[in-house]
Every structure is written in structure tokens, then in C-alpha cells.
């Protein structure tokens, strides 16, 4: 696991960008299923 993270340091600033909107997408998506999840089941 702490290879990824020490990759991910030695990434240039613009492909952090990327990868930082990528993870908050993925939080936001999982967060509204997990939000949705009620109205959903009824």
C-alpha cells in the first residue's frame, strides 16, 4: 500500500490534480448511492 502513496508523491503537480479529482468523484458517486440508497429500497 505505501508504494502507491510514495508514487504517488513523485507524480508531477497536474497528474495530482487528476488523480485528487478522480478520488473526489468517487467519494461524491458513493456518497450519493449511499444517499440515494433509502428512496431506492422504498
Known amino acids: 500500500m505505501w508504494y502507491l502513496i510514495e508514487d504517488f508523491f ?12 478522480g478520488w ?3 467519494v461524491i458517486m458513493v456518497a450519493s ?3 440515494g440508497l433509502p ?3 422504498g
Open 10 to 21: 513523485e507524480q508531477p503537480l497536474v497528474m495530482k490534480a487528476f488523480i485528487g479529482l
Open 39 to 41: 428512496n431506492l429500497l
Open 24 to 26: 473526489l468523484c468517487m
Open 33 to 35: 448511492v449511499i444517499n
